[in-house]
């Protein structure tokens, strides 16, 4: 059973996100525990502030320490990872994801409209972005993250069926089909209806390889490949210069 606490200062964002499909199903079946804390009612002021304006002068506003940190130190325990949602951190991915579903305890940092101030990150152990773009906060990162982690964790999807995912092997996916066998003229690839198991796994690899050659050269750029995705890859190239 994974833990995760989230501190934010909206978390009926999070509403929709908790009570939906797989993370809905995965928390009642036990395999994640997932907390939002909302880190405004740990402001001691009567209009509950929990942001300033920043030394220095310029615009905006800064998130303060205490009350975020008198939140955190509510949740935080010795197995617990502190992440911070930022545009600055390390971009996440599947294999961040994957490494995650190691920890017992995830605490997630979303900070809105501002930013943080410096000291808050001496209480934080990795700061992780989403991707090059400004979002209003980090919430709808926080879930990105919540998201992708909780779909790996045991019992959360049928087993096996994440082995499949684009990334899980450094391919993107192949192209999927289901009936009708034809829908306007368009038709499934041969292969697919033969029952021949080995063409259909063959098909699949090259379709993979072809797929992320032309849509994401940049994850074949440092791949081992092996003899037959070597073989399958001149096939390709073979194919598209003619
Ligand atoms: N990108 N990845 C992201 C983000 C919003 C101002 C700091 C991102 O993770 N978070 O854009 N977050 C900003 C808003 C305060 C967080």
Redesign the pocket.
């Known amino acids: 059973m994974m833990k995760i606490d989230i501190l934010s200062l909206f978390p009926e964002m999070f509403e929709g996100f908790l009570h939906t499909s797989i993370i809905k199903r995965a928390i009642e079946k036990g395999v994640v525990e997932i907390h939002v804390h909302d880190f405004r009612e740990f402001a001691h002021d009567r209009h509950k502030s929990v942001d300033d304006t920043p030394y220095g002068g310029g615009q905006g506003m800064v ?1 303060m320490c205490q009350p975020l940190l008198d939140c955190l130190k509510t949740v935080v325990d010795k197995d617990a990872l502190v992440i911070l ?3 600055q ?1 390390q971009t ?1 991915s599947q294999k961040m994801a994957v490494d995650l579903t190691n920890e017992k305890h995830l605490i997630i940092i ?7 101030d410096e000291r808050i990150r001496d209480y934080v152990d990795m700061e ?11 919430e ?3 879930m ?1 993250i919540t998201d992708a982690v909780t779909r790996l964790l045991h019992g959360a999807i049928r087993e096996a069926s994440h082995e499949d995912d684009s990334f899980s092997d450094g391919l993107l996916e192949y192209p999927q089909y289901t009936k009708p066998a034809e829908y306007d003229g368009a038709k499934v690839p041969e292969v697919l209806l033969s029952g021949h198991h080995e063409n259909i796994r063959k098909w699949r690899l090259k379709q993979s390889l072809k797929r992320t050659y032309l849509r994401r050269p940049d994850l074949l750029r440092d791949r081992a490949f092996t003899k037959e995705e070597a073989k399958l890859m001149e096939e390709i190239q073979a194919e598209l210069e003619k």
């Open positions: 998130l949602m930022s545009p951190g996440f979303c900070g809105h409209y501002e930013g943080f992780i972005s989403i991707g090059d773009y400004v979002l209003t906060g980090g709808l990162s926080s990105v």
